[in-house]
């Protein structure tokens, strides 16, 4: 992966809110197709600093190109003193080309007892940032939350070996490849938007997914 395998990201608006502000307004996100129902509205939230290897990723791949985006915002948000990997709350961010911003969050992580006893730390939001996060040898600051209702949880489980070499870094999703094994097949209906309480989590088509 070369610096110049995709082009420089230039954020040309920072605005940063507590991590009050964080908390407050993902007791607000409500479901996708729910909008009455809020998951997280009595929670326990904090943030940590959990180390990657302690983290269970649902998703059997990574796409090389959103690597390399994220890496890129990396860098410029460095140069504005912003470390991505510990925002201490949540940023507003502007980007070069783009006409709306982008909130950036630290990456959700939900606690779940699984059917077999077993806790899990399941990456909801962020994936793409704890992989670099893996491959830096950083321990990434992460939005974590605990005590969701029972009839809430993650779409998908939790890959059970928690084995992050087993991590596909993909240049593109080929057909019949499967991402994620879902809890149900309504799996939709266990979304969370967090469009309903913040900008544009994940970036406008075409920007990091981050």
Do not use: C
């Not at 791949?61 to 140069?79: A, G, H, N, P």
């Amino acid at each position: 992966m070369k610096s110049n395998d995709t082009k420089a990201i230039d954020v040309l608006e920072i605005e940063q809110f507590s991590e009050q502000e964080l908390t407050d307004r993902l007791r607000n996100v409500t479901m996708l197709e729910d909008e009455n129902t809020r998951p997280y509205e009595n929670t326990f939230i904090s943030l940590e600093n959990i180390s990657v290897e302690d983290l269970f990723p649902p998703q059997r791949y990574v796409l090389k190109q959103e690597l390399l985006k994220i890496r890129e915002l990396k860098w410029s948000l460095e140069k504005q003193g912003i470390d991505l990997f510990n925002l201490n709350g949540f940023v507003r961010i502007r980007l070069a080309g783009e006409t709306e911003p982008i909130d950036l969050l630290p990456p959700v992580i939900e606690e779940k007892i699984e059917k077999n006893g077993r806790v899990t730390h399941i990456i909801n939001d962020g994936m793409h940032r704890v992989y670099v996060a893996y491959l830096e040898w950083v321990i990434p600051q992460v939005i974590f939350v605990r005590g969701l209702p029972k009839h809430l949880p993650y779409y998908a489980f939790p890959i059970p070996e928690k084995d992050w070499t087993k991590i596909e870094v993909r240049d593109d999703i080929p057909v019949n490849f499967i991402k994620k094994w879902h809890r149900t097949r309504q799996n939709k209906k266990l979304y969370r938007n967090f469009n309903s309480a913040f900008m544009n989590v994940g970036g406008p088509r075409g920007n990091p997914t981050i």
